[in-house]
C-alpha cells in the first residue's frame, strides 16, 4: 500500500507540476503578446503574430496534462471524490471552463483580424487559471478556516468558497507564481530573439521583442527580491521539538477516535465533551493505518471490523510521528537554487537593458549567448518551487485534515509503478514535441506564419493577376474560386484568365 | 424557486446533457480519424478532413474534462465507486486520450532536417502518427462501451454499514454481450456521421457508398438489438420512466436510419448530417431513460445501487454549482457555433463546386 501511495503521489505531483509550468508559461507569453499588439506600429504587431504561434503550442500541452491531471482523480486517488471532491470540484470545474474559453479566443483569434481586445481576454483567462490553480494549492497546503472536516461521515465541507479563492496566504503564492510565470516567458523571448540577432536575422523584430520581454521580466524579478530576502531567512526547524509536538498531537486525536466510536454507539455528554476537545487531532490519529476499519469475510458476508485503539503502542507512535516529519532539507535546497535562479535571471535582465539603453545589442555576442544558455533555467526555478511546496506538505493532502493514503485508491503497487513509468514516458515526449514545434516556429521566423495569412489574405493568383491585368474586381472573382490546391497559379490558370479577360473587353467595347 | 430536495435529481440533467456532448463530438471526432485513412493519398481533401479533426480534438477534451469534473463534483461517492472499479480500463483511456491528442496536435511537427525534405503525408513518421491516431480512436470507442454496457449491466457490489462500497467485480466483467452491442453501434454512428460529412464535404463517391452501407448497418443493428435492449429495461424494475416511453423512444432510432438513407439518396446533405447527429444523440437519451435514476446499479441487490439521491456530494455544493449551469450553457453554444462554423451550410453547398472552404482558410 505504502508503495502504490508513492508512486501515485510522485506520478500526480509530476503530472501537476508539469501542468503548472506550462499554465505559467502561457501567462506570461499571453501578457507579453497582448502587450505588443496593443501598440499601433506594425512591427510591434508582426512580434505579437509571432509569439501567438508558441502559445497556440504550448497551450495544446495544457489541456492534454489537465486532462491528465483530471483522469488520475479516477484512477490513483478514487477515494478523494467522497471525501472532497464538494471542496476542489467546483474549482476544477471552473477551469475547465476557463480552458474552453481560452481554447474558443484561439479559434476566434485564427478566425478573425480584429485581435487586441481578443488576446487581453484571453490573457486575462490565463491568469485567472493561474490563480484558481494557486487557491487550490495554498488551500491544500494552509486550509484554516476555509474547510472543515466532519470526522463523523469521513468528508470534508466548504465553510467558505470566498475564504478559500481570496486571502491573504493565495494572494503570496499568486504573485509569486506570476512573477515567475513573466520571467519564464520574458527569458524565452530573449533567448529565440538573441539566436536571430546572432543569425543576423530579423534584428528589428528581435529588438521590439526584447524590449517588451525585459521591461516585463526585469520588473517581474525586481519585484520577486523582497519575496526571495523573505525566503532566504528560511531556518532549518529543531526536528526534536516537532517530532514531540506529533506525538501529543497523535495521542489526543486516538483519545478523539475512541470517543467519536463511543459516540457512534451510544450518545453521552462526557464522550461528546472529550470527542470536541479532541475533534481537530482526529486527522494525527487517522496517520495510523492500523486504525482504520477493515473488512473481514465473517460465515457468508464480510463485515466491518474496528481496531481496538489500546492495541497501539509507544513505538508505533514514535515511528509514526517521525515519518510525518516534512523534508525540510529538499524545501532548504529548492529553496536556494530559486534564489539562485533568480539572481541570474535579474543580471542578465539588467545586462540586456544596458545593452538596449547603449543601443549596442547587435554587437554584444556574450550577453545574447548568456540569454540562450539560461533559457532552461526558469522553467527549473519553477520545477524548485513546485518541490519545495510538495516538501513541506508531509504525509497530508489537506494539512492537518485529510492523510495522503486515505484518499489513494486499493490498488496494487506494480499498476501504479507501470502507470508512473508511462507517464514519465509521455511528458517526456511532450516536452519533445513542444521543443521541436518552437524550434519549427523559431525556423519559419517571424514572416510567413499562416495566422498573418488567414486574417489577410494575398494569394499569388490575386498579386500576379492584379498585375498582369491591373483590373480589381476581376481578380476578386478569380480569388473567390480559388482553392488552396490553385494557389500556385499554372500555364492553364492563365490561358482561361486571358480568355476571360478577353471576353470582359469585348463587353465593355 | 427550486426544491433543495430534488436538486440531485436535477442535477442529473446538465450531467447527461455534458456526457452527451462529450460522446457526440467525440464520435464525429473518432469517425473522421477512422474514415479519412480510407481517402487517397494524394486527395487534397485528406489535409481538409485532417485540419476538421485539429480543430475539434482540444474542444473535445475539455468537454470530457467538464464532464468528469461534474460527475466529481456532484456526485462524489458515485465518482468514487465508479472509479474504484474501473481504475485499469480508465488508465488505458487516459493514455489513449492524450496520445491521440498529441498525435493530432503535433501531427505537423518535423523532427530533424530542413521543412523543404519534408513530405507531408508520405514519411514513414507521419504513416505512424496515422496509424496511432486510428488504434487509440478505436481503443476509446472499446473502452467507452465497455464501461457503458457494464453499467448497464449492473455490477456485482454492495454497501456495508459504513457505506463502503464492497466490490465482487472482475475486470473481466467487462467483456458482456451490452458492451459488444455498444461497441457495434458506437463504432458504426461514428462512421456513418464521419462519412456523411465527408462525403458532403468531398462529394467522392467512396465514401457516399461507405455512408450507405454504414447507415443500412446501423438499420439492421438496431432492428436486431431491439430484443437484447427490451431485455435490458425489464431487469430494471426500478427505472423512473415508464417501459413504454423507453420503448418509443427506440422505434423513433429504425425511422431515422432510414430516413438518413433517403436523405443520403437524394442528397439532402443538411437532413443527411442533422439525422447522422441525431441517431447518437437518440442512444444516448435511451441510455439516460434506461439508467435514471441509478448512477451504478447493482446487479447483487438494486436497492444497494448507488443512485442519484443517495450519492450526491452535499447540498451546499449543488446549489454553489449551480453558477456554472450559464456558463457551461454559454459553452455548448459556443460549440455549436464552432461546428457551424466549420461546416455551415453555405460550405455545404459550395464545397463540391468551388473546392474551397472554411476548414482550408483555418
Redesign the interface.
Known amino acids: 500500500m505504502n508503495e502504490f501511495i508513492e508512486f501515485s503521489k510522485n506520478q500526480f505531483f509530476l503530472t501537476a507540476g508539469f501542468n503548472l509550468i506550462f499554465v505559467e508559461f502561457n501567462a506570461g507569453i499571453s501578457l507579453i503578446t497582448a502587450i505588443m499588439y496593443s501598440m499601433r506600429k506594425t512591427i510591434w504587431q508582426r512580434c505579437a503574430k509571432f509569439w501567438l504561434k508558441t502559445i497556440l503550442a504550448s497551450y495544446s500541452i495544457t489541456v492534454i496534462t489537465t486532462l491528465l491531471l483530471v483522469f488520475q482523480l479516477a484512477t490513483n486517488w478514487s477515494k478523494l471524490g467522497g471525501i472532497c471532491g464538494n471542496i476542489f470540484g467546483p474549482f476544477l470545474i471552473l477551469i475547465a471552463l476557463i480552458m474552453f474559453f481560452c481554447e474558443f479566443l484561439m479559434f476566434l483569434i485564427k478566425l478573425r483580424a480584429e485581435k487586441t481586445k481578443t488576446l487581453w481576454i484571453l490573457t486575462i483567462l490565463m491568469h485567472l487559471h493561474l490563480w484558481i490553480i494557486i487557491a487550490i494549492q495554498t488551500t491544500m497546503h494552509q486550509p484554516n478556516s476555509s474547510i472543515e472536516f466532519d470526522y463523523m461521515n469521513n468528508c470534508a465541507h466548504i465553510v467558505s468558497f470566498f475564504d478559500i479563492s481570496f486571502n491573504f496566504n493565495t494572494a503570496i503564492q499568486f504573485t509569486k507564481s506570476l512573477w515567475k510565470s513573466y520571467s519564464i516567458a520574458s527569458i524565452f523571448c530573449i533567448g529565440i530573439c538573441a539566436r536571430y540577432i546572432l543569425q543576423n536575422k530579423h534584428i528589428a523584430f528581435s529588438i521590439s521583442s526584447i524590449k517588451t520581454a525585459v521591461l516585463i521580466g526585469g520588473s517581474a524579478c525586481i519585484s520577486l527580491t523582497p519575496l526571495i530576502y523573505k525566503a532566504s531567512s528560511f531556518q532549518m526547524p529543531n526536528i526534536k521539538n516537532i517530532q514531540t509536538i506529533n506525538v501529543i498531537h497523535i495521542k489526543n486525536g486516538m483519545l478523539g477516535l475512541q470517543a467519536m466510536r463511543n459516540l457512534k454507539k451510544e450518545y453521552t455528554l462526557a464522550e461528546k465533551e472529550i470527542f470536541l476537545m479532541h475533534k481537530h487531532d482526529i486527522a494525527y490519529a487517522n496517520l495510523i493505518p492500523e486504525l482504520q476499519p477493515t473488512e473481514r469475510l465473517i460465515g457468508t458476508s464480510f463485515e466491518t471490523v474496528l481496531p481496538s485503539i489500546s492495541e497501539i503502542n509507544q513505538e508505533q507512535i514514535t515511528q509514526i510521528a517521525n515519518e510525518i516529519i516534512p523534508n525540510f532539507k529538499l524545501a532548504f535546497y529548492s529553496n536556494l537554487i530559486t534564489i539562485f535562479i533568480n539572481i541570474l535571471l535579474t543580471i542578465i535582465f539588467f545586462m540586456f537593458a544596458y545593452k538596449l539603453f547603449r543601443k549596442k545589442i547587435t554587437s554584444a555576442n556574450f550577453t545574447l549567448k548568456c540569454a540562450i544558455v539560461v533559457m532552461p533555467l526558469p522553467f527549473l526555478s519553477a520545477i524548485s518551487q513546485y518541490a519545495n511546496i510538495e516538501a513541506t506538505r508531509g504525509p497530508w493532502l489537506i494539512n492537518n485534515m485529510l492523510p495522503i493514503y486515505l484518499a489513494a485508491s486499493n490498488l496494487t503497487a506494480i499498476s501504479a509503478m507501470i502507470s508512473l513509468i508511462s507517464m514519465c514516458i509521455f511528458l517526456f515526449i511532450c516536452i519533445l514535441l513542444f521543443a521541436f514545434r518552437i524550434i519549427n516556429i523559431a525556423q519559419d521566423g517571424p514572416e510567413n506564419h499562416p495566422i498573418s495569412t488567414h486574417n489577410e489574405p494575398k494569394p499569388i493568383l490575386k498579386n500576379k493577376l492584379s498585375k498582369i491585368l491591373n483590373k480589381k474586381h476581376l481578380a476578386k472573382k478569380i480569388n473567390m474560386k480559388s482553392s488552396y490546391k490553385a494557389q500556385v497559379p499554372s500555364r492553364m490558370d492563365f490561358k482561361k484568365l486571358k480568355k476571360k479577360t478577353n471576353k470582359w473587353k469585348r463587353k465593355n467595347k | 424557486m427550486i426544491d433543495i430536495v430534488n436538486l440531485p435529481k436535477l442535477w442529473i440533467l446538465p450531467l447527461a446533457w455534458t456526457w452527451n456532448i462529450t460522446l457526440l463530438g467525440l464520435t464525429f471526432d473518432i469517425g473522421c480519424a477512422l474514415i479519412y485513412r480510407f481517402m487517397n493519398k494524394n486527395n487534397?481533401y485528406k489535409t481538409q478532413i485532417f485540419n476538421f479533426i485539429k480543430?475539434i480534438a482540444?474542444?473535445n477534451?475539455?468537454?470530457?474534462?467538464?464532464s468528469?469534473?461534474?460527475f466529481?463534483?456532484?456526485f462524489?461517492?458515485?465518482?468514487?465507486?465508479?472509479?474504484?472499479l474501473?481504475?485499469?480500463i480508465?488508465?488505458l483511456?487516459?493514455?489513449a486520450?492524450?496520445?491521440r491528442?498529441?498525435a493530432i496536435?503535433?501531427y505537423d511537427?518535423?523532427?530533424f532536417g530542413n521543412?523543404s525534405n519534408y513530405a507531408y503525408l508520405n514519411s514513414s513518421t507521419k504513416k505512424f502518427t496515422n496509424w496511432i491516431i486510428t488504434d487509440t480512436s478505436i481503443v476509446i470507442l472499446c473502452i467507452f462501451s465497455a464501461i457503458f454496457g457494464t453499467i448497464l449491466n449492473g455490477i456485482p457490489f454492495y454497501l456495508?454499514?459504513?457505506k463502503?462500497l464492497?466490490s465482487l467485480f472482475r475486470i473481466e466483467d467487462c467483456l458482456n454481450p451490452t458492451s459488444l452491442l455498444i461497441f457495434l453501434l458506437l463504432i458504426i454512428f461514428s462512421i456513418t456521421q464521419a462519412s456523411v460529412f465527408c462525403y458532403i464535404k468531398t462529394q467522392l463517391h467512396k465514401m457516399k457508398i461507405i455512408a450507405l452501407i454504414s447507415t443500412i448497418l446501423l438499420f439492421t443493428i438496431i432492428s436486431c438489438s431491439i430484443f437484447p435492449i427490451e431485455n435490458l429495461i425489464e431487469e430494471f424494475h426500478y427505472t423512473y420512466f415508464s417501459k413504454n416511453i423507453i420503448r418509443s423512444v427506440f422505434i423513433t432510432l429504425p425511422i431515422s436510419a432510414l430516413i438518413l438513407i433517403a436523405a443520403i439518396i437524394n442528397k439532402r446533405y443538411t437532413l443527411a448530417l442533422i439525422t447522422s447527429s441525431g441517431i447518437i444523440k437518440i442512444f444516448m437519451i435511451i441510455f439516460d431513460l434506461i439508467l435514471f435514476p441509478f448512477i451504478v446499479p447493482s446487479s447483487i441487490d438494486t436497492s444497494q445501487s448507488l443512485i442519484c439521491i443517495n450519492s450526491f456530494?452535499?447540498i451546499?455544493?449543488l446549489v454553489?454549482?449551480l453558477i456554472?449551469v450559464i456558463?457551461?450553457l454559454i459553452?455548448a453554444l459556443?460549440t455549436v457555433w464552432?461546428y457551424n462554423?466549420l461546416i455551415n451550410s453555405k460550405t455545404l453547398a459550395t464545397s463540391a463546386k468551388?473546392?474551397?472552404s472554411v476548414i482550408?482558410?483555418?
Not at chain 2, 477534451?61 to 467538464?66: A, S, T, V
Not at chain 2, 462524489?76 to 474504484?84: E, Y
Open positions: 487534397p480543430q482540444l474542444f477534451l475539455i468537454w470530457l474534462c467538464i468528469i469534473l461534474i466529481f463534483t456532484i462524489g461517492p458515485a465518482f468514487s465507486g465508479l472509479s474504484m474501473f481504475s485499469p480508465i488508465t483511456l487516459m493514455f486520450l492524450a496520445i491528442t498529441l496536435k503535433f511537427v518535423h523532427f521543412k456495508n454499514n459504513s463502503q464492497i456530494s452535499n451546499q455544493t454553489v454549482s456554472f456558463p457551461m459553452a459556443c464552432i462554423k468551388t473546392k474551397n482550408t482558410k483555418l
